[in-house]
């Protein structure tokens, strides 16, 4: 995949449709697969939680970065 083509497609047609969060979340997944070439990744969640979204930003709820990590890495996944 070439990375300006996946920058470009991002931030033309899915970034408008998704909120600071999502869009964290599919650059997070991205970059710890499609970007150093994996297919296949084990990443945790409780990580992940912790990385993803501003810091001095209200902690964000179990179930809502659950939810807004698999729909990015189903649209991840759709993109290929």
């Known amino acids: ?3 300006e083509q996946f920058f470009k497609d991002f931030q033309d047609h899915l970034a408008p449709r998704l909120d600071t969060c999502e869009q964290a979340v599919y650059l997070y997944l991205f970059r ?3 970007f150093i070439g ?3 990744a084990v990443i945790g969640f409780k990580s992940a939680r912790r990385r993803v979204g501003p810091r001095r930003a209200r902690p964000v709820l179990k179930r809502e970065v659950l ?5 990015s890495l189903r649209l991840l996944l759709s993109a290929s």
């Open 38 to 40: 994996l297919e296949e």
């Open 1 to 3: 995949m070439e990375l």
């Open 67 to 71: 939810v807004k990590m698999l729909e």
């Open 32 to 34: 710890h697969t499609r």
